[in-house]
């Protein structure tokens, strides 16, 4: 008698390795990224390909979500590095869910690299 492996078994490992980037405290989380240029246009695709469900603004009645927050910084004086930062902030205390930064040189020049090494540093 010849047995056969079920289809969705396989389907539902795959689901779970994509979620298995995510830290701990996004699991369950949306991001709202307003995708108005570039950049955010990145960071939502680079989220995205790391499982990460991403909508274009805040709907009322929906589960925990977080909303994208992202600049450049530099400490003042001269030769100080300038650094990518992103937050993300829960909607409804404002609580820090996630966060990384880092440095932007000549592996990160286009919003693309950017997004895509702060999401890895994000969830690594």
């Given at each position: 008698m010849t047995r056969r492996a079920i289809v969705p078994t396989c389907m539902l490992v795959a689901?779970?390795?994509?979620?298995?980037?995510?830290p701990a405290q996004l699991h369950g989380y949306a991001v709202v990224v307003e995708e108005k240029?570039?950049?955010s246009i990145e960071l939502a695709r680079a989220m995205r390909e790391q499982g990460i469900k991403v909508r274009p603004r805040v709907r009322g009645?929906?589960?925990?979500?977080?909303?994208?927050i992202y600049f450049t910084f530099s400490d003042p004086g001269p030769g100080?590095?300038?650094w990518f930062h992103i937050r993300l902030a829960d909607t409804r205390s404002g609580e820090i869910v996630g966060a990384a930064t880092i440095p932007l040189d000549s592996l990160t020049v286009t919003p693309r690299a950017r997004a895509v090494a702060a999401i890895k540093a994000l969830a690594p």
């Open positions: 689901l779970g390795c994509a979620s298995g980037h995510l240029d570039t950049q009645g929906s589960g925990p979500t977080a909303v994208l100080q590095p300038l």
